[in-house]
């Protein structure tokens, strides 16, 4: 059996934003171009287990649409919300002793869909074993960036890139660990 990995899926502007100041995303639809989705379906196919953070998870609950991670299990980060509802754990504690205690049991891969916080609380504890990061063609000179300073240096390795005819690029990077 394959040990789970712990897989940030996620898209940013090519000077790393991940959202502008004030949490808007609608730049990601200058790239939408059904049915392409970027290999979205095949990934979630490969993932049992969701985290993310409490404003992306607000986010997503703001677009008005069914719950998108249905049959998986689904965390989110938050210091303000407890307990549960019949798509989400709210989860207030060590973000180490979470993926520790998801990673005990047999299951497929985790993913971490955003926000910035929640990246950087798995960075910091060097939690995350594959980077896949969609870069969108636009400059936004200004947001919420994907990656915050002050984590630590990790080396990562390119396993994979694609580019697409709507200008979207599509990096793969596995976590080397000696």
């Known amino acids: 059996m394959h040990p789970r990995k712990l897989i940030l899926y996620i ?25 392409e989705d970027y290999g979205y379906a095949d990934f979630v196919r490969t993932v049992d287990t969701i985290i993310m953070g409490r404003k992306t998870y607000e986010k997503v609950l703001s677009f008005g649409i069914p719950w998108p991670h249905q049959g ?24 180490g002793d979470l993926v ?30 594959r980077y896949v990061v969609s870069i969108i063609p636009v400059l936004l000179g200004d947001g919420i960036p994907l990656f915050r300073p002050g984590r630590p240096e990790m080396a990562v390795t390119l396993t994979h890139s694609m580019a697409y005819p709507s200008g979207l690029v599509q990096l793969r990077y596995e976590r080397k660990r000696s």
């Not at 998986?72 to 973000?95: H, Q």
């Not at 049991?105 to 798995?122: E, K, Q, R, T, W």
């Open 100 to 129: 520790a205690e998801i990673r005990k049991s047999p299951g497929a891969n985790i993913y971490c869909d955003g926000g910035a916080a929640a990246v950087d609380a798995l960075m910091q504890r060097d939690l995350i074993d």
């Open 11 to 35: 898209a940013a502007s090519l000077d790393g934003y991940i959202a502008r100041p004030d949490g808007d995303i609608d730049w990601l639809s200058s790239v939408e171009a059904p049915p």
């Open 72 to 95: 998986r299990k689904c965390y989110v980060l938050s210091a303000s919300r407890t307990g549960k509802n019949d798509e989400v754990e709210f989860y207030g504690g060590d973000v």
